[in-house]
């Protein structure tokens, strides 16, 4: 069985976080932390990121029973979720599958469709260097620069650059061609027969455009029992730009 990289925060009720593409657990470790005050928080790498498993096949049913596999490794028989953009979309998926595994779910910037954007000029930036020939980590970055031009989102992407001690050379965590294969999927809706009861709420950054107000019928259709929430002075990565702001939202829903 391929086994999912995982991090454990606390103790108490069980709090799974799961990342978006290309991130990994480590960009949540912080809210994790602040989280893991009242809580059991489990920050996972889902499959092709971070330290968990590569593989050419990846889409949303896929993540789901990877999840799953998890839970009943660790002897979780229900949790709260909280997923962020992809992962938002796998824990929604996760509720067509085994709602009955779930006790709350937040999903954080992504609506059921979850289409915006591109992230075609991302993976060209990115496969585009030859990570395992360059001296140092400070060559990667200008080079992503000079193609994608924003210092966060670069800041963010070098995040999954890694040095290979066994060689000497680096590399990329993600799977990017795996990624980029699958990313059809990556993008598709979340669609279900039947409504997901459980309580739901959706989180979305003011300055985000990944939920707009075309997505309400689908999420009030799949998620009857959902409640919404926007985050003043935040975009798509809320936990890094609001953590307290989303922390008291998170908390707030859990306790109720």
């Known amino acids: 069985m391929n086994r999912l990289n995982y991090k454990e925060y606390g103790s108490g009720e069980p709090i799974i976080i799961l990342h978006g593409l290309l991130g990994m657990l480590d960009n949540w470790h912080t809210f994790a932390k602040a989280l893991a005050q009242n809580y059991w928080?489990?920050?996972?790498d889902q499959r092709n990121h971070g330290r968990s498993f590569h593989s050419t096949e990846f889409d949303y049913k896929l993540l789901a029973e990877d999840l799953k596999d998890f839970m009943e490794e660790q002897h979780i028989p229900r949790a709260v979720l909280l997923g962020h953009s992809m992962g938002?979309?796998?824990v929604m998926q996760f509720l067509t599958q085994h709602e009955e595994m779930v006790s709350k779910a937040i999903i954080v910037d992504i609506a059921p469709d979850g289409t915006t954007g591109t992230h075609k000029p991302i993976f060209d930036a990115?496969?585009?260097v030859n990570v395992e020939s360059v001296a140092n980590r400070k060559e990667v970055q200008e080079s992503l620069m000079k193609e994608i031009g924003t210092l966060s989102t670069v800041q963010f992407l070098m995040?999954?650059?890694t040095l290979n001690k066994e060689t000497?050379?680096?590399?990329?965590?993600a799977?990017?061609?795996a990624l980029w294969e699958n990313y059809d999927n990556i993008m598709s809706p979340i669609q279900s027969d039947y409504p997901c009861e459980t309580d739901t709420l959706f989180i979305a950054g003011e300055k985000s455009n990944y939920i707009k107000e075309s997505d309400l019928e689908s999420i009030t259709k799949l998620f009857p029992n959902h409640k919404m929430e926007t985050i003043s002075d935040a975009g798509h990565w809320i936990h890094a730009e609001q953590p307290k702001r989303l922390l008291e939202v998170v908390e707030g829903f859990v306790k109720t």
């Open 126 to 128: 990115l496969r585009s």
């Open 41 to 44: 928080v489990i920050s996972i």
């Open 168 to 173: 000497g050379t680096y590399q990329w965590k």
């Open 88 to 90: 938002g979309k796998t």
């Open 175 to 177: 799977n990017l061609d």
């Open 159 to 161: 995040k999954n650059l």
